[in-house]
């Protein structure tokens, strides 16, 4: 298992060593949210706007595909306030080039709670992200994304529900 992920680990430092472009930018966004519930609650479930903001590393594989990872603070969850939940999360899309102009991008999300008073939401959750990049110049941007959770949220030990995040994020940002 060490060799394999050692092998793994290699592969990707030598990929993105020879990549074509290294580009830094930074993001932020609107972000629509609410929580799926299983079984269907007892109390409103409302959804909440919040935002997002944070900064990106894209590595160019080829010119029409590249990897981009970030970091990014992201509020999420419900309307009410116990039901709120705010995330540092890490994306990491595979991006593929429609042109010269837009961008679509897939891969999976993990996030890590970023509050301590709230005990009723996991640690960690896990998403896939999905969207669509149009750029505007050579350096902003505007773009799409949708999260869907894929892990609970809930801390199966305080509560006895199930709760997955769904969020579609509106976001802009520059490219350094």
Do not use: C
């Amino acid at each position: 298992m060490k060799s394999l992920l050692l092998t793994l680990l290699f592969v990707i430092v030598t990929t993105l060593s020879f990549s074509q472009e290294v580009s830094y930018g930074i993001r932020g966004g609107l972000n629509i949210s609410n929580l799926d519930f299983d079984p269907d609650p007892t109390f409103s479930n409302q959804h909440r706007n919040g935002f997002a903001f944070g900064g990106f590393v894209d590595y160019g594989v080829t010119e029409q595909f590249s990897i981009q990872l970030e970091v990014q603070y992201s509020a999420e969850g419900a309307k009410a306030d116990e039901l709120r939940a705010d995330y540092i999360q890490m994306p990491i899309m595979a991006r593929f080039s429609l042109g010269e102009k837009f961008t679509v991008g897939i891969g999976p999300m993990v996030s890590l709670k970023s509050w301590e008073e709230q005990d009723v939401f996991s640690t960690f959750t896990f998403s896939g992200v999905g969207g669509v990049e149009y750029m505007i110049t050579d350096e902003l941007f505007v773009d799409a994304r949708v999260h869907y959770g894929l892990s609970n949220i809930l801390d199966k030990d305080l509560t006895n529900l199930e709760a997955q995040n769904t969020t579609i994020q509106f976001g802009f940002g520059i490219r350094i």
